[in-house]
């Protein structure tokens, strides 16, 4: 086990088939990082993963591991995007699309997108313009997703967030 640069611990994947062994359920364990170079960890996880494990659960479940600095985690996002708004029409579109994804539970996923395109930038690695429906987010378009302004084409969010 060593510990990667954000100082979580990242687990061979003997590490994990040896804690496996001791506790097949890995309650105690909570998420961690596996560093597979000998891609021997897809066997495991299929020994691990129950067959009847239903999809909708599973996806739940995975859905609340966020790798990302915590500075990150803690981002109050709301008010970074809302800081982001130069006008008034800004705000109410910001405001009524924040509402949406907090209806959906997606901060997460916002403040890893600033985490994503944040560590873009500063890689210097360039992403293309938008695609599909993400492109009616404003949200997205302030944090630097895409770059297709859905105010100026009167794009409906909802077509993104159905």
Known sequence: MKTDVYGQQ???????FQQLMRDPTLEDYGTFL?????????????????????????HRQNQQNWYMPE??????IAKHVLDLCQTDYELQRVGEELLLYQERDLFDLLRYLVYLV?????????WGVGRGS????????????HRVDSIYYELDVREFLR
């Open 118 to 126: 944040d560590t873009m930038k500063a890689n210097n690695i360039i």
């Open 10 to 16: 990242v687990y061979t994947s003997n590490d994990v």
């Open 34 to 58: 596996v560093d597979d170079t000998n891609n021997n960890i897809n066997n495991i996880v299929q020994a691990y993963i129950e067959p009847d494990t239903d999809v909708d659960e599973f």
């Open 134 to 145: 993400s492109v009616s987010s404003y949200v997205l378009y302030l944090l630097g997703v």
């Open 71 to 76: 500075n990150y985690k803690k981002l109050d």
